[in-house]
């Protein structure tokens, strides 16, 4: 069966500090990954997207990038992190295939970061 | 671009069925719609998907009608534990990095006893 991991699950950062979030996927092979934000009581807000190693797709204009440096690895990043990057940050997998199978996503358990 | 529009908030009892709904005016022909769970701190969990008609599984259904520009979540008979927020997803992707996912803002619930 597929499992998701992300780490760490909570996280404590200063302003302007670097940041790197992991998530691994466990079972299937070529995933679609995502990357979404949650800010507290709001809805999902999808910030990367990758359909393959090393291809990013960016949904907003943000101090975030992303990267997959192997298939079922996906990172989330930031040199500098600011006040409004504090959130629930969720990682997502989907199959890496057109139709149904591939409109389903599946989420791991997340990491809530705050930014002081 | 698609859009969804859900009920910010709903209440309701132990042991009745409630019904979600879920507007899309602008969804595309390749598009699928999709309903998640989530719970407090912790990730959304995939409940039900359909297309068209309806759709049953061991804990929802999932009503569209034919212009597919709504879609209704059921859920039967609820319990304390149905308390949660739930989201309707409209959208497809693709093989290649073309793809659209509209997220609505989600529904809370909650369920008195």
């Known amino acids: 069966s597929q499992t998701i991991h992300q780490w760490p699950a909570t996280l404590v950062q200063p302003v302007g500090s670097p940041l790197s979030l992991e998530c691994t996927v466990e079972g299937t092979s070529n995933p679609n990954l995502y990357w979404y934000r949650q800010a507290a009581g709001r809805g999902l807000q999808l910030l990367f997207y990758s359909v393959g190693i090393g291809q990013i797709s960016s949904e907003v204009p943000q101090n975030l990038s992303a990267s997959r440096p192997q298939d079922r690895q996906f990172i989330l990043s930031s040199k500098k992190l600011l006040l409004s990057d504090s959130g629930f940050y969720l990682c997502?997998?989907?199959?890496?295939?057109?139709?149904?199978?591939?409109?389903?996503?599946?989420f791991g358990p997340g990491t809530r970061l705050l930014v002081l | 671009l698609a859009k969804t529009t859900q009920p910010i908030s709903m209440d309701s009892y132990e042991g009745q069925e409630v019904n979600i709904t879920c507007s899309h005016n602008n969804i595309a022909t390749n598009d699928y719609i999709t309903w998640y769970q989530q719970f407090p701190s912790q990730g959304p969990r995939f409940i039900i998907q359909?297309?068209?008609?309806?759709v049953t599984n061991e804990v929802a259904s999932l009503f569209i009608p034919a212009d597919r520009k709504s879609s209704t979540l059921s859920l039967p008979r609820v319990s304390l534990s149905d308390t949660a927020v739930y989201y309707c997803l409209v959208g497809h992707s693709y093989m290649d990095s073309n793809y659209q996912l509209i997220w609505g803002a989600g529904t809370k619930l909650i369920i008195k006893p």
């Open positions: 359909g297309y068209k008609t309806k």
């Open positions: 997502a997998w989907s199959a890496g295939t057109s139709g149904k199978e591939g409109e389903t996503q599946y």
